[in-house]
Nanobody, 123 residues
Framework: VQLVESGGGSVQAGGFLRLSCAAS????????MGWFRQAPGKEREWVAS????????FYADSVKGRFTISQEKAKNMVYLQMNVLKPEDTALYYC??????????????????WGQGTQVTVS
C-alpha cells in the first residue's frame, strides 16, 4: 500500500486548502481512510476519517464544521478540504489507511498504512 499526500502550503488565517491523498495497492474491499496531523512538539492527532464503502465521515471536534473529508473512489483519491484555517491548524498532515473489517478507530497505532506527510502552515 502506498499513500501519497499533496496540497499543503502556507495560508493566512481564515483561508483554505485542499489536501489530496493518492492511494495505491489497496487490495481489500473497504477501508477507513484517515487524516492525522502533528504539530511541532505535539503528538500526532486524528483529524478525520471516511469509510470508503458507504462514504460515512467522522471528524475531530476541533475541525468539525470547517474540514470536509471526501473520496473519489474511481481514482483511489481521498481529500481533505480545510476551510476557515486557524494558526492552530499548522501541522504536518498525514494520510493513513486501515482495513474496515477491523472497525472504526482514531488511534494512530491502529492505522498500518501511512503517507509521508504534507506541511500546512497557517499564519
Amino acid at each position: 500500500v502506498q499513500l501519497v499526500e499533496s496540497g499543503g502550503g502556507s495560508v493566512q488565517a481564515g483561508g483554505f486548502l485542499r489536501l489530496s491523498c493518492a492511494a495505491s495497492g489497496l487490495t481489500y474491499f473497504s477501508y477507513y481512510m484517515g487524516w492525522f496531523r502533528q504539530a511541532p512538539g505535539k503528538e500526532r492527532e486524528w483529524v478525520a476519517s471516511i469509510y470508503t464503502t458507504l462514504g460515512d465521515t467522522f471528524y475531530a471536534d476541533s475541525v468539525k464544521g470547517r474540514f470536509t473529508i471526501s473520496q473519489e473512489k474511481a481514482k483511489n483519491m481521498v481529500y481533505l478540504q480545510m476551510n476557515v484555517l486557524k494558526p492552530e491548524d499548522t501541522a504536518l498532515y498525514y494520510c493513513a489507511a486501515r482495513v474496515a473489517g477491523s472497525g472504526f478507530s482514531t488511534k494512530e497505532a491502529d492505522f498500518p498504512y501511512w503517507g509521508q506527510g504534507t506541511q500546512v502552515t497557517v499564519s
